[in-house]
């Protein structure tokens, strides 16, 4: 018997079940076999329970509003969700489990105004390359610590951004350092990732509005699962845009 | 403006993937009559037309009728609390940053922002996982001698994820929809022919298509394939 038509294949990669006489050669074909797998990779990709459609609905907290109406600019209300508060109310907990060291998260508003200003530089340049680099900033640190370094954003010529980071930190053990984007009054901030001492590039999410995030902060945080920002801060800087 | 605030709210509209409008788009016999314009409730047609042309009403009326469908989403991922209202929050100001993008002739607005919480979803899974072998790797090179070892990579299965996601975006309609009703509504392909009134052997062909081109893409050769 001839191999399975292509759609047939195609189906199969679908966990549709075939014809019986193309299950049947299916079933002893390596060749067609192959060709389903090959296809099933995107399908075992994204075909899974978390991705499906919207199932039972939650209502979001109102801080999930007051966080999209800050970011936007937005002012227009949804229905039945408080109005936005004036900024000073509307900080979110910082969850600052770790007071060892360092400065707290929640006096940013306090610390960046001295840190601004001091140390921050902004060039733009011509391309070399295709990459451009648009603003670079210096990262100082926080009262007694000994991090510092230099964070630069780049625009590529494909229009993707980065930002590429120099920390000069001692190394830790039980901890790490990791890279974040925050707002000026600390309400919302982006997880860039986890940095080392050393020079890192780390990719800016496409529709990132820098201006909202121009906060370039490294904070110290424990190895304990939880992805939200320690509240520990050990450098940081403030991008000109 | 505060009418429209009081106004009793539409029913809750369900998000489907279905594309019926956009299959008789080319003829633009159905667009409703544009009565509810100014009216106290504007349809969600309506609502997607005016938040694709930056009205800020309408950012805030999309939340009103889909937030709920949005954050269950995010809810059924990740469980209440930070994560999940991250995912909801990130959607919402992505797909009004991006609006440009947002076409109300080719999807239903409510399925387009659940196309972008899928990113948002894939987006946080990549980044537990990157933070994952990250620190993993910090604390294993901090105990043993550094050796120069390359740095982590993203699970494939997770890159996979991401770049499927991408490419579903590339897609025009309507092959979009025909294979989000497969991936994500798990119907069968003589369903989808049902759901959208196109004849078997198109769905069928659609299917072939979307998969090869979603298996050159993840086998890297086709990461500019015209959408
Ligand atoms: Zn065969």
Redesign the pocket.
């Known amino acids: 018997?001839?191999?399975?038509p292509p759609e047939q294949l195609a189906l199969a990669a679908l966990h549709e079940p075939l014809p019986d006489d193309d299950a049947r050669?299916?079933a002893?074909?390596?060749?067609?076999?192959t060709?389903v797998d090959s296809l099933r990779r995107a399908v075992d990709a994204v075909a899974v329970p978390e991705l499906a459609e919207p199932g039972p609905t939650a209502t979001p907290p109102a801080s999930v509003w007051a966080g999209i109406a800050a970011a936007t600019g937005v002012t227009a209300v949804p229905e039945g969700v408080p109005a936005a508060q004036p900024a000073t109310a509307q900080v979110l907990p910082l969850r600052s489990r770790s007071r060892r060291r360092g400065v707290l998260l929640v006096a940013a508003a306090v610390v960046t105004g001295a840190v601004a200003g001091a140390g921050v530089t902004a060039l733009v340049r011509g391309g070399d390359d295709d990459t451009r680099q648009l603003t670079t900033v210096a990262l100082d640190p926080l009262t007694d610590e000994r991090a510092s370094g230099r964070a630069e954003v780049v625009v590529r010529g494909d229009g993707s951004r980065a930002l590429e980071v120099q920390l000069d930190a001692p190394a830790l053990d039980d901890e790490y350092y990791e890279l974040w984007l925050i707002e000026p009054d600390v309400v919302d901030m982006v997880p860039l990732g986890v940095l080392r001492p050393g020079s890192q590039t780390f990719e800016l999410p496409a529709g990132l509005e820098l201006a909202e995030y121009p906060l370039v902060d490294v904070s110290v945080e424990p190895l304990d699962g939880d992805p939200t920002h320690s509240g520990v801060s050990i450098a940081r800087g403030q991008l000109d845009s | 403006m505060s009418e429209l605030l009081v106004a009793p709210p539409s029913p809750p509209s369900s998000v489907r993937v279905v594309f019926e409008d956009s299959v008789a788009a080319g003829s633009g016999a159905r667009e409703p009559a544009d009565t509810a314009f100014g009216d106290l409730a504007p349809d969600d047609a309506e609502v997607g037309r005016r938040f694709a042309a930056g009205d800020e009403q309408a950012l805030a009326w999309a939340y009103q009728r889909w937030a709920g469908q949005v954050h269950g989403m995010a809810v059924r991922a990740f469980g209440p609390g930070p994560d999940a209202e991250d995912v909801t929050q990130q959607t919402f100001i992505a797909a009004w940053t991006g609006r440009a993008r947002f076409r109300p002739g080719e999807s239903p607005l409510p399925a387009w922002l659940v196309g972008i919480c899928r990113h948002k979803i894939a987006d946080t899974w990549a980044r537990r996982d990157r933070q994952r072998r990250e620190a993993e790797a910090a604390l294993s090179q901090a105990q043993a001698t550094p050796t120069g070892t390359p740095g982590p990579s993203v699970d494939s299965v997770v890159a996979d994820r991401m770049l499927v996601l991408d490419e579903l975006d590339r897609l025009g309609q309507p092959q979009r929809g025909i294979i989000e009703l497969a991936f994500f509504a798990d119907l069968t392909h003589s369903q989808i022919a049902e759901r959208t009134g196109l004849p078997l052997g198109t769905v069928k062909s659609h299917i072939r298509r979307t998969l090869e081109r979603l298996r050159s893409r993840l086998e890297g050769d086709g990461a500019a394939l015209p959408a």
Do not use: F, G, Q, S
């Open positions: 018997m001839p191999h399975c050669h299916l002893d074909c390596a060749v067609c076999r060709e």
